[in-house]
Each structure stands twice: as C-alpha cells, then as structure tokens.
C-alpha cells in the first residue's frame, strides 16, 4: 500500500476499534458524514435510506475484519515510520502540499488524516495551517486542533459541522443559532433560507475560522489543568463523566482565557460568531458556563457586551477553582487508590452539577 492507502486503512483500524465509544445515534450520523466524504458529497446532498443502510452494514462488516489487526508503520522513503510520528511524516513527505496529523480524540480514540494545505500563516505568533480536500480521515473528523504547536483547522469537517448543527437546532439553541444566521443574511425570524445558506456556507464557514483558531490559541495559553493532568484523568476514567467534565473544562477556560475564543469574539464585537458560541454550547460545556444563557439574553436586547464579559469572567473563575481540585485529583492518582480519587471528584464536582 502506498502512503495515501496506508493511512486509510489505520483509520478504518481505529473506526473498526472505537466506534463504540458513540451512540448509536452519534454513530449512525458520524458515517452518514462519512459516507458524504467518501462519494464527494456536499453537507446537504443526502443519499438514499437504502444505498446508506447497505454501506454501513458493508462498512461494519469490514470492521470486523479489522478486529484485532494493528496500526501499520507509514511507509515513507523506503523506511517504516510510526503513525503517531507527525513530524517524522510531515519532513519526510514527498509533498509540502499535503499534511499529516495524528493524535487522540475522546476515550483515546485515534485520529488520523491526510489532507491538502490551503492556508500557512501565524497567528500571535502560533503557526496555524488551514487545510482543504482530505484524502484520508476517519470517524470523528476534529476540525480544530492543536498539534505539536501548530494550530490545526481542518476546513471540510468544518463546513459538515456548521451545516449540520444549523438542520438540527435543538430547542435550548434555537434562539442564538437563529441570531447568528439573520447576522450572516440567511434566515428571517421565521425560517431558513436553505438556498441561500448553501450559497453562503463558505463565507460562514471562512468567516468563523479565526474563532475557532482562538480556542486553540487558548488552550495553547491556559495554563490550569495542563495537558499531563488531563490525560491522566481521561486514562483513570476513560469514556466516564469525569472524562466528559475534563475535556469541558479544558474548553471553556480555553475559551473565556483572555486570548480565547470568546474573549476574541468580545474584542472584536462579533455578533454572529457570538450567536454561534451560544448555539453550538451543548452538554457538559453548557453545564460549565450557565451564566452565558442570561447575559445573552441581555445582550439581544441592548447589544451591551458588558453582561457578555462579566459572564466570562464569572465562569471562568468558577472553571479555575474546579480545575486547581482535578489538578490535585490527578496529582494523587499516583500514590492513592483511583476509587477514592473518584469519589472526591463527584463530591466536589459532579454533584453540584447536579451529575
């Protein structure tokens, strides 16, 4: 197999170990997404139930196929490299067009892909690649990441996750994500403009990019909770709530960090990214930060973005004091019992979530 086969088939090892990490929701839309990437498809070409229904039963036969193999070494100028070596890959790739990321996502499943780079540039002095067509990917698809320093926003993925969040508004974001698109020209009070959010998808989508590339900035700044707790936390509760709490936390306080991505959307005064923030704000994360949901209520009425930044700066306090415990949580994983470090973590944090 060639380099571009070679990473394929490591995504479909890892998809083939870690699906069950999801739903079977989740699931069941992650490979319709897949599915779409795989025919060339846009977010909003939808395939027949029928042709969908017998690529996933293909797909998860295959799968079990793959059940017990390992990661294959990438082959690259005539020597082996591992697939978690980026840099080896990246310097040794016989193209500069291309680029190379691997890591872990959620309950440590693999990630990897291959795609085209369509932007270099730096940004507060962090470099920041924007990439294009991807040759390669598997289910989970990040768009935003951070890699070995370089800040990693992975454009297809992207324009797949704002139009999907947009056809499925749940009711608790029905109002933000509705401000953000009369912002961008595409909906009335009332409705969607379907045609003219397909007209316009890539102007919003090129539009939110440095938002996102802010959270990554953030989380390059932040220094609470640092990487090396975190995954010992996520590794003594993988796929648990403690795990789901601790990549939340790393979220917000990457975002409400003062060159996070909301402290960039408040600078800037940017009303539509704004409404996106509070739309795309689910699960634990929402938990994390109940003061946005008030103070953006204040914000449709007046546009002050004062309430917005005392609502930063309130959440973010609380995130501190619940990250210095996690901290200390994973500091005592190495001489105390795991059970009982649990048990602190839901006293201290989860209950009071109401978890």
């Not at 999801?22 to 139930?49: A, F, H, I, M």
């Not at 990897?112 to 270099?120: I, P, W």
């Not at 996520?234 to 990549?247: C, F, G, K, Q, W």
């Not at 501190?320 to 190495?334: G, T």
Request: glycine fraction near 6%; proline fraction near 5%.
């Amino acid at each position: 197999m060639d380099l571009q086969q070679t990473i394929r088939h490591n995504c479909d090892i890892s998809d083939a170990r870690d699906n069950g990490i999801y739903s079977l929701c989740t699931l069941v839309l992650k490979l319709r997404n897949l599915y779409k990437w795989e025919q060339g498809l846009e977010p909003w070409d939808e395939p027949e139930s029928k042709v969908l229904l017998d690529w996933i039963d293909a797909k998860e036969n295959y799968w079990e196929e793959l059940a017990g193999e390992d990661l294959l070494p990438l082959p690259l100028a005539g020597s082996p490299v591992d697939p978690f070596d980026i840099a080896a890959v990246n310097e040794n790739s016989p193209d500069d067009r291309v680029y190379y990321g691997a890591g872990y996502g959620r309950s440590l499943k693999s990630i990897f892909f291959l795609a085209e780079v369509r932007e270099r540039k730096t940004v507060t002095g962090i470099p920041v690649l924007i990439l294009g067509r991807e040759m390669s990917r598997e289910l989970s698809a990040p768009f935003a990441m951070l890699q070995d320093g370089v800040i990693i926003i992975r454009r297809e993925p992207l324009r797949f996750f704002i139009w999907d969040q947009v056809q499925e508004i749940r009711a608790a974001s029905r109002l933000p994500l509705r401000f953000a698109l009369e912002c961008h020209g595409v909906r009335s009070w009332t409705e969607l403009n379907q045609q003219a959010f397909k007209k316009n998808l890539d102007r919003i989508v090129d539009s939110e990019i440095p938002v996102f590339i802010h959270h990554e900035i953030g989380e390059l700044r932040e220094e609470a909770l640092d990487s090396q707790a975190a995954k010992k936390l996520v590794s003594a509760y993988p796929d648990s709530a403690i795990e789901l709490t601790v990549r939340a936390l790393k979220d917000i306080l990457a975002d409400t960090h003062p060159e996070g991505m909301l402290s960039y959307i408040i600078d800037e005064r940017r009303e539509a990214s704004l409404g996106f923030y509070l739309g795309f704000l689910d699960g634990m994360r929402k938990l994390l930060f109940p003061e946005i949901d008030e103070a953006f209520k204040g914000f449709m009425a007046d546009r002050d973005w004062h309430g917005i930044e005392l609502a930063r700066d309130r959440a973010r306090a609380a995130n501190l004091r619940r990250a210095e415990i996690l901290s200390e949580a994973a500091m005592e994983l190495e001489r105390r019992d795991a059970l009982k470090i649990k048990c602190r973590i839901e006293k201290e944090i989860l209950k009071p979530l109401g978890l």
